[in-house]
């Protein structure tokens, strides 16, 4: 089985996949760590690298042919990832949702060497919405697709005000209501 999950930045996707995958035994695989690694390696910050994939569709198509050729060769994977939704052929499909405000105060206690450095969450936030506007508009430009329409996914959770925990256990029960697991809870 592959699960993905997708979301709004800061609303706990690497922790909550991490986590799923170790509870159920599954392999985790974040492909916005494998974008951060991309942008370092041109010598940028993942900001820098998504205003250049407004206008060149490398920095999407490079990550985006790795996803695929996994989907293709592995089972048992929890995904983190704009896109997996959208290149799995079966799979279950998570997104988290978050108050942005919330997500630029988690961020700024923890700002990943990949991402530019900013002095304020209100700073961080502005950048947040910057990034959840440039990313929907670049996975709609190269893909036809609107990663923000909650319709794609089989489960959305608002992560504003809940715990880890809580929402791992959210996504746990739905995957046992949906017959994806025996109840692991």
């Known amino acids: 089985m ?20 170790e509870k159920l035994g599954y392999k985790f695989i974040s ?8 942008a370092q390696e041109h010598g940028m910050t993942i900001e820098q690298l998504n205003d250049v994939g407004m206008s060149e569709p490398w920095t999407d198509k490079e990550v985006d042919d790795l ?3 996994i989907l293709e060769k592995e089972d048992n994977l929890v995904i983190d990832s704009r896109m997996a939704w959208h290149f799995a052929k079966k799979s279950f499909n ?8 919330v997500a630029a ?9 990949d991402e530019r450095k900013h002095s304020s969450v209100d700073e961080l936030l502005c950048a947040l919405e910057e990034r959840v506007r440039n990313d929907s508009e670049r996975y709609r430009k190269w893909y036809g697709v609107d990663v923000c329409d909650l319709r794609n996914y089989d489960l959305v959770i608002d ?13 746990l029960v739905a995957l046992s209501s ?3 697991i025996e109840n692991k809870a």
Do not use: H, W, Y
């Open 31 to 38: 492909m916005g760590d494998i974008r951060g690694r991309l």
């Open 94 to 101: 998570i997104f988290l949702d978050v108050d942005l405000r």
């Open 67 to 69: 996803l695929k050729e």
């Open 159 to 171: 992560t504003t005000g809940k715990s880890v925990s809580q929402v791992l256990e959210e996504v």
């Open 105 to 113: 105060e988690r961020i700024f206690k923890d700002q990943r060497p």
């Open 2 to 21: 592959i699960i993905t999950i997708t979301g709004k930045p800061g609303s706990g996707k690497t922790t909550v996949g991490k986590m799923l995958a």
């Open 178 to 180: 949906n017959g994806i």
